[in-house]
Structures are given as C-alpha cells and as structure tokens.
C-alpha cells in the first residue's frame, strides 16, 4: 500500500509530506521511504493561526476559517505528494492535521483537538483520508500522546540495550524501547516552543527561530533564570503524560523573566535551550537509556543537539537518518504507519505508553471519490518495523 503521511508539528509553520510504501513481511512491516515534500504555511495563515493559539482567546467564526483554511493547506501538499513521490498512484493519505489546542486538567487529558478538515484532501486528491488519530485513545481513557510511540517500539524492537526514540519538535517527547517490561512515552517538556517564543517575542517579530542555533550559540545561560524554570512542576510528574503550547508559550517565559529584563535576547536564547537539553536529559537518564535516536526540528539546531550531547554524558545521541529514517520527515512517515494500520483494522496505540484503558484502532476515515474500498483486515499486528532502502 503506498500511503502519504501529513503533519504539521506545534511549532506550525510548514506542511509536510512522506510518502512511503508499505507491506507485511512475516511479522515485519517494511516501510520503503519513497520522500518528502514540505510547503510553508502562507504567512498570513501562519499569522491567524498564531492569533488564534492559548492563551489567546478566539471565536467559533475563527475556528471554522481555519479549519477550512488548514484543510485546503493540506490537500495541497497531498497532491503535491501524490504527483510527484507516487506517480498518482497513492492508495490513503493519513492526515495528524493541526494541533490547536490538548485539554489537559490535573494530569488527565479530557479532550484534544486537531484542525483541517479531511474533506478538502479527499475531494482534491481523490483518495481515502485517515484523520482524527488522537481523540480515540483520549476516549479511551489516554494521553493522545506521544502517539508515534507504537511506531518507536516496532522501529527500535530487537536494538540491544534500552534505545530510546526522541523527538524534538514545538514539545519534546520520547519513546523508552527496549527494556524489560512495558514501553514508555511521554511528553518531557519544551523542544524548541520556548526557543520560537523568545526569538519571535524579542526580535519584535522579525525572526521566528534561532537558525541553526546561532543566537543561543552567542548568549551565556543565565543561571537565576535557569533554576527559576526547572522549578516548573510539570517535570517531576510520572508518565504517561502530555503537555503543549497550552503551557509553554511567551507569556509563561515573559513571567519568568520579570526581574531579568537586563537579559539580552542571545542570553535568553542560550537559556531556554539549556533547558530542553537538560529536561530530556534528565528524562533520557532516568530511564536508563543506553542510546538516543533523534528526529524533528530540534536536530537542525546545532546549538541545542551540542548542548544535549553534553547533558547526556556517555549516552550516545544520534538522529533517525542513520536508521534509515530523515529526522525531518520521520514524524510524517510514523502517521503514514498509524493510517496503515487503520486501513487493516489494527490497533495504534500501546495503552502501557498513552496511558489508555485499551489498545484503539485509531482515527475517522473520509470516503474518497470512488467510495471506501479498505484492504481486509489483517489477522496480525506486526511486532516490527523495517526500512528498506531503494
């Protein structure tokens, strides 16, 4: 089955596309990654979208124009991938949409909702539309997150010792594979959400991140305002849990820094850096790790990967490519996994990781133009994950 991936992370600004086939192997499920296309929110959506965001408040009028304006973002990018990495030929695109909001109350998650409305891929790309994948584990009881972690287990099930699978995207959140017992995910804290924040605060907006880490590279971490961020609760709460942009945003760092207005920008840069390092250090070490395999936006920033390698000690950190996975297109190609895995019937959570009361068969399904034609189901799960290389 050749399945197109969508997803758009917390930091919102691109769509990207994976496009991978995929088959059952025995107990194997072997993903030939096929590529990715990515296109860049309009900036004026980008901008509605970020108006639109917690803490700010917004409208039912504002919700519906960005649901249909998210929606047509992404048929675009579906049918930019369909043309050009399947030849027309895809068979599902599984779309993770747009998280706008993670309804998360004494650390029970009650709700989450992800925009852009699948109707628009289907009706411009024709094919079938897996959308919807978090609030099935929420009803049954999960954390909706990290959803990925079924595909992190497969991926990482027989590497020795305790791998661990990272990602660093708006929130930084990691997958422990590998040891005796059940698997665990959880979300451990910002990845670059406070990073974005601080440049696009103070830069007046005029930069959105720190390109390759250069400004935290040339600020010193103040260590007043480190401490005062470490003494965030949320850090020394067990798994499973789930935070967001819900928690982390400017406003939450703009109260931190009262008092430190002396701080230039590079200077809190460097600092909010430090602590994603050490927040998923702390996280990684606690869980015994014996390896580290990074993805996402977070491995561009070579300020922020250095700072981690440090935090880290002797635990060896190294990205998803050297497994046979691009770091930046690997969260795409694990929702193109997830929509296999519905199309068959087959359960997408691991309730040991989310939380849940139950493995669920995750998602809503969009007819395309020539109706719902899905594989049978499959006797099995698979218990692996393979890559296979052209």
């Given at each position: 089955m050749r399945v197109i991936g969508l997803m758009s992370g917390t930091s919102y600004d691109a769509v990207d596309a994976a496009a991978a086939d995929l088959a059952m192997e025995g107990d194997s499920l072997l993903l030939t990654p096929l590529g990715m296309v990515s296109e860049p929110y309009p900036e004026e959506l980008r901008t509605a979208l970020a108006a639109a965001l917690p803490p700010a408040s917004t409208t039912m009028e504002d919700v519906c124009r960005l649901d249909t304006r998210v929606g047509q973002a992404f048929a675009a990018v579906a049918t930019r991938a369909d043309r050009e990495l399947c030849d027309g030929r895809a068979d599902l695109v599984v779309s993770h949409g747009q998280t706008v909001y993670h309804w998360v109350e004494q650390g029970r998650v009650h709700g989450t909702l992800q925009i852009g409305s699948p109707c628009w891929i289907a009706e411009a790309t024709g094919l079938p539309v897996v959308s919807d994948l978090r609030t099935?584990?929420?009803?049954?009881?999960?954390?909706?997150?990290?959803?990925?972690?079924?595909?992190?287990?497969?991926?990482?099930?027989?590497?020795?010792?305790?791998?661990?699978?990272?990602?660093?995207g708006g929130i930084a959140n990691l997958t422990v594979a590998g040891a005796a017992g059940d698997p665990v995910a959880f979300d451990t804290g910002p990845a670059n959400a406070l990073i974005d924040a601080a440049v696009h605060a103070l830069t007046n907006g005029r930069l959105g991140y720190d390109r390759d880490g250069e400004m935290a590279a040339q600020g010193v971490v103040?260590?007043?305002?480190?401490?005062?961020?470490?003494?965030?609760?949320?850090?020394?709460?067990?798994?499973?849990?789930?935070t967001g942009k819900e928690l982390f945003h400017w406003p939450y760092l703009q109260a931190a820094l009262t008092g430190s207005e002396r701080l230039r920008t590079e200077d809190v840069v460097a600092t909010v850096t430090r602590l994603t390092a050490l927040t998923v250090a702390d996280a990684v070490h606690a869980a015994g790790a014996s390896e580290v395999i990074a993805s996402g936006g977070g491995t561009l920033n070579a300020?922020?990967?250095?700072?981690?390698?440090?935090?880290?000690?002797?635990?060896?950190?190294?990205?998803?490519?050297?497994?046979?996975?691009?770091?930046?297109?690997?969260?795409?190609?694990?929702?193109?996994?997830?929509?296999?895995?519905?199309?068959?019937?087959?359960?997408?959570?691991?309730?040991?990781?989310?939380?849940?009361?139950?493995?669920?068969?995750?998602?809503?399904?969009?007819?395309?133009?020539?109706?719902?034609?899905?594989?049978?189901?499959?006797?099995?799960?698979?218990?692996?994950?393979?890559?296979?290389?052209?």
């Amino acid at each position: 089955m050749r399945v197109i991936g969508l997803m758009s992370g917390t930091s919102y600004d691109a769509v990207d596309a994976a496009a991978a086939d995929l088959a059952m192997e025995g107990d194997s499920l072997l993903l030939t990654p096929l590529g990715m296309v990515s296109e860049p929110y309009p900036e004026e959506l980008r901008t509605a979208l970020a108006a639109a965001l917690p803490p700010a408040s917004t409208t039912m009028e504002d919700v519906c124009r960005l649901d249909t304006r998210v929606g047509q973002a992404f048929a675009a990018v579906a049918t930019r991938a369909d043309r050009e990495l399947c030849d027309g030929r895809a068979d599902l695109v599984v779309s993770h949409g747009q998280t706008v909001y993670h309804w998360v109350e004494q650390g029970r998650v009650h709700g989450t909702l992800q925009i852009g409305s699948p109707c628009w891929i289907a009706e411009a790309t024709g094919l079938p539309v897996v959308s919807d994948l978090r609030t099935r584990d929420v009803a049954a009881g999960g954390q909706g997150a990290p959803l990925v972690s079924i595909v992190d287990v497969m991926w990482l099930r027989g590497r020795p010792g305790v791998p661990v699978a990272l990602n660093l995207g708006g929130i930084a959140n990691l997958t422990v594979a590998g040891a005796a017992g059940d698997p665990v995910a959880f979300d451990t804290g910002p990845a670059n959400a406070l990073i974005d924040a601080a440049v696009h605060a103070l830069t007046n907006g005029r930069l959105g991140y720190d390109r390759d880490g250069e400004m935290a590279a040339q600020g010193v971490v103040d260590t007043a305002l480190l401490r005062h961020l470490l003494d965030e609760p949320y850090y020394a709460k067990p798994p499973p849990k789930t935070t967001g942009k819900e928690l982390f945003h400017w406003p939450y760092l703009q109260a931190a820094l009262t008092g430190s207005e002396r701080l230039r920008t590079e200077d809190v840069v460097a600092t909010v850096t430090r602590l994603t390092a050490l927040t998923v250090a702390d996280a990684v070490h606690a869980a015994g790790a014996s390896e580290v395999i990074a993805s996402g936006g977070g491995t561009l920033n070579a300020t922020l990967m250095s700072m981690l390698r440090t935090a880290l000690h002797s635990v060896p950190l190294r990205t998803s490519d050297d497994l046979g996975l691009p770091s930046a297109a690997k969260e795409a190609y694990a929702f193109a996994v997830l929509g296999y895995l519905t199309a068959h019937g087959l359960a997408g959570t691991i309730p040991a990781c989310t939380g849940a009361r139950r493995p669920s068969v995750l998602g809503s399904i969009t007819p395309g133009s020539r109706g719902l034609r899905l594989p049978e189901p499959a006797a099995t799960s698979p218990l692996r994950l393979r890559t296979v290389v052209l």
